[in-house]
Antibody, heavy 117, light 110 residues
Framework: QVQLVQSGSELKKPGASVKVSCKAF????????MNWVRQAPGQGLEWMGW????????TYAQGFTGRFVFSFDTSVTTAYLQISSLKAEDTAVYYC??????????WGQGTLVTVSS | QSALTQPASVSGSPGQSITISCTGT?????????VSWYQQHPGKAPKLMIY???NRPSGVSNRFSGSKSGNTASLTISGLQAEDEADYYC??????????FGGGTKLTVL
């Protein structure tokens, strides 16, 4: 069955970078684009964008351009989210969510990124 | 793209029915039949409850149903149970492979 296993929690200082990984199991990796969703503490879900795992073309939602980079490595069926120049407001749980349709039926377990000095 | 509008909270007693609204625009909810609903319990990942406005994934109780009229989609939960207490989010496809979520609704079962 489809399973997404994300990397563990991270504690970073402002200005640092972080790379979150999401390893996919149970489906053909390139058959699903990979979406990323952010959830700040006590807040709602925000769609950050997605990456086409066939072409490598990323799409970033408004507010997630510049410091956010989506990538993947098909050889290890893993997608990555890198955030640079971290700010306190980047503190959130980040979810990877594969999709090849108009809804999100499989979710990673989430990775908590905490940005604090 | 602005978030879809949901009520911050709704409540109901066990056995009752509740409806959560999700209001967008003619560019998102009103433009496509690609509204989905997610349930999220504290500390857990969201779970798909309804997709493409009215469809239930396998394993989701038939107490959950979805509908849409114009720019507003709705999730109805009938026969409320204690385990339904959770946060609920709507989502809609928008143009060019983009998506948007609602702000979320906290359901309290009294």
């Amino acid at each position: 069955q489809v399973q997404l296993v994300q990397s563990g929690s991270e504690l970073k200082k402002p200005g640092a970078s972080v790379k979150v990984s999401c390893k996919a199991f149970g489906y053909t990796f390139t058959s699903y684009g990979m979406n990323w969703v952010r959830q700040a503490p006590g807040q709602g879900l925000e769609w950050m964008g997605w990456i086409n795992t066939n072409t490598g073309n990323p799409t970033y939602a408004q507010g997630f351009t510049g410091r956010f980079v989506f990538s993947f490595d098909t050889s290890v069926t893993t997608a990555y989210l890198q955030i640079s120049s971290l700010k306190a407001e980047d503190t959130a749980v980040y979810y990877c969510v594969p999709s090849n349709s108009y809804y999100f039926d499989y979710w990673g377990q989430g990775t908590l990124v905490t940005v604090s000095s | 793209q602005s978030a879809l509008t949901q009520p911050a909270s709704v409540s109901g007693s066990p056995g009752q029915s509740i409806t959560i609204s999700c209001t967008g625009t003619s560019s998102d909810v009103g433009a496509y039949n690609f509204v989905s609903w997610y349930q999220q319990h504290p500390g857990k990942a969201p779970k798909l409850m309804i997709y493409e406005v009215t469809n239930r994934p396998s394993g989701v109780s038939n107490r959950f149903s979805g509908s849409k009229s114009g720019n507003t989609a709705s999730l109805t939960i009938s026969g409320l149970q204690a385990e339904d207490e959770a946060d609920y989010y709507c989502s809609s496809y928008i143009i060019n492979n983009n998506w948007v979520f609602g702000g979320g609704t906290k359901l309290t079962v009294l």
